[in-house]
């Protein structure tokens, strides 16, 4: 819900007015919400109609605000301190402006540390990667981002590994071995140490990435409809907001504390913005930057160890029998993919077919929240539970909200995309709605699925902005489960999209991961899905939208937390 824009000048007789408009906007939304509710009763958001507020300007003369607090992002110091010692990551010691000097995906190696000709289900083997320069001089510190994976493509089977630094230029990943069979390491360098500490200092600047426009719309003179487009974005602090002064239409959402700026329209006011759609990018490199940050060297395939490492089977087993419920913890690796099918090792995960997700879904009411990725969710559901239909919501396609049923199991699914900043193609602001503030309208039960993500939206603003967000949906998430224990809540993790840019990185990803789980770790009936290492060490090309057999696993994730056995 938003709510627009203060008058910038104080005059009484505006203050009055606006006081008139208020409490007009109340009864209008008393009126319209009941008048819905006795109509429909179904469970679509409510529209609310953005209700003017004074705001007091103390912000601008101090400069308190440039700062950003735990306070601001709705934890303790303690907390933010634990996140800050998760999220952090090596680097150079000295500023490097040299290609020569930045890790070579070319000269890196890694190799098998003391490879037996044979192994058994269930062993370890343990890699270590070599860092070295485009001179071919081992590094000497750390913050290379790599990727690490066993698989055997004929077996369509692949694990992930998980790297650590020992910041002095060497890495090391342990590597499970759960299948019989064949298996091979790859290694990819994502992105240079030099690189991450380039991506580090533009996501915590206050430089724009990402624009956003905001459509007006309303009564011009002689009371024909004009449209006027300028551009938003989001005010956070000082470090974040892309205008400083108090130039724009404000909207600060009441529950969450978010605020969203746009540029005054010329002739309308600020109360006429109707739509929200995505802007330009722009690229805040410098020369130098932009030679270190070359994406030709990112995401590629290092040289190492191509032997093939033959694994024999084991009688100790390779799954586990632990019932897919809440308070589990990721494990590394969570599972492995054998003949496309992914098997964790958190819980017993099981397959779907048709006709089980009818089964699994019925008298269920499915909440997906968050963005596209969600929305492949909510396509493959669509496409596979039986007698499920499409409501025409006269919405977008692409940018929904969505809503599917099954009248005869009872199945309803909903999906919508996440608050702003959000870049979606043109849809109407009132539909674009902040997680927490949609928990925070969902009674719970029994029957709800609630299933939300966000990441990929986030990545082009400061990380404390997104601790605010995930604390805010905490909150809701910790209200809902207290009122309706019995809910399903799912955080469904970022995925891996091989974006390599300065506007998308998995680096950034990863750190938002990272943020989410720890935030989340201590929050008794919330499941974190990880689907970053699912993503990671399949063989398909990366794609922040993950391909169909990826889909199929990650919803049958789902379905198995939903439906345990
Ligand atoms: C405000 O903060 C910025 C950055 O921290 C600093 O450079 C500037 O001098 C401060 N201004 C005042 C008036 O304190
Ligand atoms: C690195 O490259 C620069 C020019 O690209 C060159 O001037 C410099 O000598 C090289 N440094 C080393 C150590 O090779
Ligand atoms: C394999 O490595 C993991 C993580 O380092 C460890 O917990 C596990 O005990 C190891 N397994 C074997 C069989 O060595
Ligand atoms: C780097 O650190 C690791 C772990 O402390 C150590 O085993 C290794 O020998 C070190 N390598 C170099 C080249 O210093
Ligand atoms: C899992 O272990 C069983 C034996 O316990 C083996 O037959 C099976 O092949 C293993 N699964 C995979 C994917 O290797
Ligand atoms: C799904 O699996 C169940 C149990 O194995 C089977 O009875 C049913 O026929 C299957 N349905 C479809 C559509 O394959």
Not at 14 to 21: M, N, P
Not at 22 to 40: A, G, R, V
Not at 238 to 266: A, F, L, M, V
Request: aromatic share 10%.
């Amino acid at each position: 819900m938003f709510i627009p824009p203060t008058p910038d000048s104080s005059v009484h007789r505006r203050t009055q007015l606006c006081i008139c408009f208020l409490l007009l906007c109340l009864w209008t939304t008393i009126c319209l919400t009941s008048w819905k509710f006795l109509k429909s009763g179904h469970p679509r958001q409510q529209f609310q109609p953005p209700v003017p507020r004074r705001e007091t300007k103390k912000q601008s003369k101090t400069n308190s605000s440039s700062v950003i607090t735990a306070l601001d992002m709705g934890i303790s110091d303690e907390e933010w301190e634990r996140l800050q010692k998760a999220l952090n990551w090596p680097g150079p010691d000295q500023l490097i402006t040299q290609l020569n000097l930045t890790t070579s995906p070319v000269h890196s190696t890694f190799s098998v540390v003391e490879p037996k000709n044979s192994y058994k289900v269930g062993e370890n083997i343990s890699v270590i990667i070599t860092a070295r320069d485009h001179n071919k001089s081992p590094k000497t510190y750390g913050g290379d981002f790599f990727k690490a994976k066993l698989f055997n493509s004929e077996l369509k089977a692949s694990v992930y590994g998980e790297v650590v630094d020992h910041r002095n230029g060497t890495y090391s990943v342990v590597l499970l071995l759960p299948w019989e069979g064949q298996a091979e390491v790859s290694v990819r360098l994502e992105h240079s140490s030099e690189v991450v500490q380039i991506l580090k200092k533009y996501r915590d600047s206050s430089i724009t990435r990402s624009h956003y426009n905001g459509h007006f719309e309303g009564p011009g003179p002689n009371k024909i409809r004009i449209r006027e487009v300028v551009e938003c974005n989001l005010k956070w602090g000082g470090e974040g907001s892309w205008r400083k002064r108090n130039c724009c239409c404000e909207y600060k959402d009441i529950k969450t504390g978010t605020q969203w700026q746009c540029e005054r329209p010329n002739k309308l006011s600020c109360d006429k913005l109707v739509h929200h759609s995505m802007g330009r990018l722009e690229n805040p490199l410098n020369p130098v930057e932009r030679q270190i940050f070359t994406t030709k060297l990112a995401n590629l395939a290092i040289p190492g160890d191509k032997q093939v490492i033959n694994v024999l089977p084991d009688t100790a087993g390779n799954g586990t029998t632990e019932r897919c419920r809440s308070g589990l913890t990721t494990p590394v690796p969570e599972g492995f993919y054998f003949k496309d099918v992914w098997k964790s090792f958190a819980c017993n995960t099981r397959q779907f077919n048709s006709t089980q997700m009818g089964n699994c879904l019925k008298n269920k009411i499915v909440y997906l929240l968050g963005d596209s990725t969600t929305r492949q969710w909510f396509e493959y559901l669509e496409k596979y539970v039986p007698g499920i239909k499409r409501m025409d919501l006269h919405t977008p396609r692409t940018g929904g909200p969505l809503m599917a049923v099954e009248l005869k199991n009872n199945i309803i699914i909903h999906w919508r995309p996440h608050g702003v900043p959000l870049r979606f193609t043109k849809m109407l602001i009132t539909d674009l709605h902040y997680i927490s503030n949609d928990i925070d309208e969902i009674a719970g039960g029994p029957h709800a699925v609630v299933v939300f993500t966000i990441f990929a939206h986030l990545v082009f603003h400061p990380i404390t902005f997104y601790v605010h967000k995930v604390a805010k949906i905490r909150e809701s998430v910790v209200a809902l489960l207290s009122r309706a224990p019995e809910t399903t809540v799912i955080i469904k993790s970022g995925n891996t999209a091989g974006l390599k840019d300065i506007f998308q990185s998995d680096w950034y990803a990863m750190q938002l991961n990272t943020v989410m789980q720890k935030m989340f770790k201590d929050i008794d009936g919330a499941i974190y899905l990880d689907v970053w290492q699912m993503t990671s060490c399949h063989y398909l090309l990366e794609d922040v939208h993950p391909g169909a057999v990826i889909i199929a696993n990650e919803v049958d994730m789902l379905l198995s937390y939903v439906c345990p056995t």
